[in-house]
């Protein structure tokens, strides 16, 4: 209760709160109450959990679940619903489940949507075992499973690599009557890709299944959606795609006709396949369609990471030249620019579009920290002072990242992992635990006093984090 008045409140060390956190209370009863809680009824916590979920803060849903029955509020389906899609993005696994047990205690039969949001989590966490345990409990339950269902369960199992079950289910889809969609194609493309070991015709596979795709039926593409759309969940949010993070914005980043294409070049960028990801272009050409920024995006990728910097480069300085909007995804995902000396040319953009200023620190900044080279630490540290005397700040997730990144130098004074955490809490922003957790350990591995204050901070920071991360994915004893 206390964390959560803290947030909604923003005012972290008032003494209202400080007693609020006692609960030592003056006044009548009502009056206690009233300062006492932040919502009051079911449609009051139901903002409260959408708040929490579009914050990031998905650990403290379970608290809100808690306040809820303290005051002796119902909980209604819409509720749960909320609290586990704010578990799917969270990656909560064991919180989902939890919140499909305690709904049956109160009475309420799960429905064909919760039980699809379960099976999502499970393939964000990587349970595909998991997954197919709640189609057998939906058929147990007789809880009819749709199209989407199915779709969901074969991404959930596409995650983990698992063709086997991929391909079991797309033949039980097709005795059923359900035509393969677009999701289904971008399923079978990742199974491939995630597959261990990788086998020799992967690349091939994928450019097969893209050619396939091109007939792919809208059957069941929509009629599902309605209950997710009203609770804001995307079908690529739900199918746990690349794209899913991407597809709300504006400016031409995603265009949802592209989704196997989408797929199957963020499979070449991850295979570092570039002559597979070249024929897709081609292919992509040939129908007639344009690269939007997400294909873009991977296509940099798939070169740099394959050690074309120059063709990585050309591409990048081919769309700035283009007059389109500078999104920072290209900058922020595409490395490691910096460590080449026709960077230089990149830098040189800071002095001439201010839009390119704001976004392309960062591109320099990750990839120069890549392999923690005394030159390329020197670097990052170096454009996150220019940056930063810019007015240009690091987002929670950018800070998070780039303190991961850094957080791994093995040698070195640790300077630019200190300056990364210094500018984070500088804004007030706590990195993510897994960043928290790295530069913890970094600190601990050094030569540093035990009574040092940064380490003291550091260690206090990561022990009131450390509790709510217990509850993870890869926790077990899910129910």
Request: positive net charge.
């Amino acid at each position: 209760m206390r964390k959560l008045l803290q947030i909604f409140s923003g005012q972290r060390n008032s003494p209202l709160l400080r007693a609020l956190g006692r609960r030592y209370f003056a006044g009548s009863p009502e009056e206690v109450y009233a300062k006492r809680n932040y919502a009051n009824n079911v449609s009051e916590y139901n903002t409260v959990i959408n708040s929490l979920s579009a914050q990031r803060r998905h650990f403290l849903l379970r608290d809100v679940y808690d306040d809820m029955m303290l005051d002796g509020v119902q909980p209604s389906r819409d509720i749960f619903h909320s609290l586990v899609v704010g578990a799917m993005r969270g990656a909560r696994l064991h919180d989902a489940f939890f919140f499909r047990e305690q709904m049956k205690a109160l009475g309420l039969v799960p429905d064909v949507a919760l039980y699809n949001f379960l099976i999502s989590t499970c393939g964000k966490c990587k349970y595909s075992d998991k997954a197919i345990h709640i189609l057998e409990e939906m058929k147990k339950n007789e809880v009819k499973p749709t199209g989407q269902t199915y779709i969901c369960l074969l991404n959930a199992c596409a995650v983990s690599g698992r063709t086997d079950h991929v391909y079991a289910i797309v033949r039980d889809m097709t005795a059923a009557g359900l035509g393969l969609n677009k999701f289904c194609y971008a399923g079978l493309i990742a199974a491939h890709k995630n597959k261990i070991p990788l086998t020799d015709d992967t690349a091939s596979k994928i450019i097969e299944l893209v050619e396939q795709s091109k007939g792919w039926s809208s059957i069941e593409a929509s009629k599902d959606m309605a209950e997710n759309v009203m609770i804001g969940v995307s079908e690529e949010e739900l199918y746990n795609l690349p794209t899913a993070e991407y597809v709300h914005r504006r400016g031409g980043f995603v265009n949802r006709q592209l989704t196997v294409y989408h797929v199957a070049l963020h499979a070449c960028a991850d295979l570092r396949n570039v002559e597979a990801m070249e024929t897709l272009l081609e292919m992509l050409k040939k129908d007639g369609k344009t690269p939007d920024v997400f294909l873009i995006m991977q296509t940099m990728r798939c070169y740099l990471h394959s050690g074309n910097l120059d063709r990585g480069l050309q591409i990048f300085m081919e769309y700035i030249n283009s007059g389109k909007p500078a999104m920072i995804e290209l900058f922020v995902k595409c490395t490691p620019l910096c460590e080449y000396p026709s960077s230089l040319l990149i830098i040189s953009l800071i002095g001439d579009s201010y839009r390119v200023a704001r976004n392309l620190p960062v591109t320099l900044i990750e990839g120069a920290m890549v392999g923690h080279t005394p030159k390329g630490m020197e670097l990052a540290q170096d454009t996150l002072v220019k940056m930063n005397a810019r007015g240009f700040f690091l987002s929670v997730k950018m800070g998070s990242d780039l303190l991961l990144i850094a957080a791994g130098e093995k040698t070195g004074g640790y300077t630019t992992a200190n300056y990364i955490w210094d500018l984070m809490q500088t804004r007030k922003i706590t990195p993510s635990f897994p960043a928290v957790e790295a530069y913890y350990r970094g600190l601990k591995e050094r030569e540093i006093p035990e009574d040092d204050a940064r380490l003291i901070y550091v260690s206090r920071v990561y022990e009131n984090l450390l509790p709510r991360n217990r509850t993870g994915p890869q926790r077990p004893s899910v129910g």
